[in-house]
């Protein structure tokens, strides 16, 4: 038993109570072991339940059992001590699925601690001692344990590989040096790690500042969500405010038009009834007269007739005698009311603008599209606004398509209407990433634009012209092929020729993308910029004849 190598289980010399090594062991009778204050201090507690068990086997006792020291174990363990026998290893020194397990051990091997690249052998912290005792081992070089130390190992030749070859970028030994490696850029594998380490700290300096520069953006970006929720929950609060002003003041004029409707109503029909009331008292003073001329008409004396005719047949003059106005006295009020209405629709409508939702210009910059597929995730459906068509322009199919008219159409007068230039603008602002289409069609020429809405309309002038101010940039499209331009700067564009056109706008990257649409896109033109404002798509049929057109497609 105290033979030196054997190892024993300290589980099996462990109380099951304090998990310690027996102290003073007592065995019961069922064989259970325990230190004797231990189970001692156990059935103390069960005294009021007059029930003793063992803690383990849960074995009762009618009374509560002597004690009996167990000497042969006390024994064992005393000699255990003197002879500083190791117990059996926990589980946690087995390998598992990712550790390395010793090379030494025989039967179940126990995990390895370290790895000798000298010996090329993986060591537990048992069979290590030698390297930490013997002087010609300390000399060794130990690492983290390793599964790959038989890569050090040349297969050719069975020697370690302390060599390496710049020439052929691989690690050899002594006699490769000398063999088939014999003129090579050859050095110590130290001397290349020297080397490689030297660039593997540049890397980790580059790889460390790149991380303190995302850690800053990382912050910016926090500090940019805290301010975009801050400004959010202020527009939110604002605008409710603003737009609960806005509906008390509505309330407010509704009931002023009512009380004021109300009253006119009030007056007008109290002067008709005072009308009506006297036209009543003169019907019956007729009626009364009628009575008296009928009763004298009916008397057979000629004397009272001739003395009472004279005084009954004078009428007084009417006095009653109207003027009716026509109907709908308050149909000014209505009209009045609806004015403002279509004003406000128009403020609601053209201005929205300002208050919708703009991107965040932090975030990385996300792929241009390059299938159709891809480019039709982002299409948007576009109508044409009535209130800037040329007058020469007709708008059809929801006002998605626009056709060159040979006359005028009934356009009513409003500021953005385009005077002079047969030109069109969306109804809707464009930001963000969108994709729409044009169709051509006819004999004629027609421009592909967009433009800032504040862009002019009244007159000929190039501040008007798509493509020939700053504020707009419009790809002319005609049977000879097409042409670009920006303020007034014309570049051509070659490319296969297509009645429709497709256009991709990135507002916030800054991006438009022409592009000729059959069976395949091919790119036309694509320019960067920088947009300051929303953008509106936009149509000029610049030549032609009437029934020249050009639809927005539907693409979803």
Not at 167 to 187: E, F, M, P
Not at 217 to 225: A, H, R, T
Not at 249 to 262: A, D, G, I, W, Y
């Amino acid at each position: 038993m105290a033979q030196k190598g054997v190892q024993l289980d300290k589980e099996s010399f462990s109380c099951s109570i304090c998990l310690d090594p027996l102290k003073d062991p007592v065995t019961l009778t069922c064989g259970h072991s325990y230190c004797k204050d231990c189970i001692n201090s156990h059935w103390d507690g069960e005294d009021q339940k007059l029930v003793y068990s063992c803690p383990q086997c849960r074995k009762t006792f009618a009374t509560r059992p002597v004690l009996m020291k167990n000497t042969m174990l006390a024994e064992l363990l005393e000699q255990l001590q003197k002879t500083g026998l190791k117990a059996a290893p926990a589980d946690h020194c087995y390998p598992g699925p990712e550790d390395v397990a010793c090379d030494v051990c025989s039967g179940r091997k126990l995990k390895a601690c370290k790895s000798c690249l000298v010996c090329l052998v993986s060591y537990c912290e048992q069979h290590l001692e030698p390297h930490y005792d013997v002087p010609q081992l300390k000399k060794h070089k130990l690492v983290e344990p390793s599964e790959k130390l038989q890569e050090n190992i040349c297969s050719r030749h069975d020697e370690v590989m302390k060599m390496f070859c710049r020439t052929d970028r691989q690690s050899i030994c002594y006699l490769c040096s000398v063999d088939q490696h014999k003129g090579h850029n050859t050095v110590t594998a130290a001397a290349e790690r020297s080397e490689r380490q030297k660039e593997l700290e540049v890397s980790r300096l580059n790889i460390q500042q790149r991380i303190q520069d995302r850690e800053k953006n990382v912050k910016l970006l926090q500090q940019e969500m805290e301010a975009i929720n801050r400004s959010a929950d202020k527009a939110v609060k604002d605008s409710e405010k603003m737009f609960t002003e806005l509906i008390r003041l509505m309330q407010k004029r509704s009931s002023e038009v009512k009380r004021q409707v109300r009253s006119q109503q009030e007056t007008e029909v109290s002067g008709v009834k005072e009308v009506e009331e006297k036209l009543q008292q003169e019907i019956r003073e007729l009626k009364r007269k009628d009575a008296e001329l009928k009763k004298l008409s009916n008397t057979e004396d000629h004397n009272q007739f001739l003395h009472s005719y004279p005084s009954l047949s004078a009428l007084r003059p009417s006095t009653s005698r109207i003027q009716i106005r026509p109907h709908h006295r308050f149909d000014h009020v209505t009209a009045a009311v609806s004015r403002v209405r279509d004003k406000l629709q128009d403020v609601l409508r053209d201005e929205w603008t300002d208050v919708s939702l703009t991107e965040v210009d932090v975030l990385l910059p996300a792929a241009e599209p390059k299938t159709r597929a891809e480019f039709l995730q982002y299409s948007r459906e576009i109508t044409l606004d009535p209130n800037t068509a040329h007058r020469e322009l007709l708008l059809s199919k929801g006002n998605r398509k626009v056709t060159r008219m040979n006359h005028q159409q009934s356009y009513s007068d409003h500021p953005d209407r385009y005077t002079d230039l047969r030109q069109v603008l969306s109804r809707e602002s464009l930001t963000g990433r969108c994709y729409w289409e044009v169709e051509w069609s006819g004999r004629g020429g027609f421009s592909v634009a967009v433009s800032y809405k504040n862009i002019s309309r009244v007159g000929r002038s190039e501040d008007c012209r798509f493509g020939s101010n700053n504020k707009s940039w419009a790809l002319d499209c005609h049977i000879n092929g097409y042409n670009f331009r920006y303020n007034n700067v014309q570049t051509d564009v070659s490319g296969p020729w297509s009645s429709r056109v497709g256009v991709y706008l990135d507002h916030r990257a800054g991006i438009l993308s022409f592009y000729s649409v059959s069976e395949t896109m091919t790119l036309l033109h694509r320019v960067q910029i920088t947009f300051t404002q929303p953008l509106h798509a936009g149509v000029c049929l610049y030549c032609g004849f009437g029934g020249v057109s050009a639809e927005f497609c539907r693409l979803k």
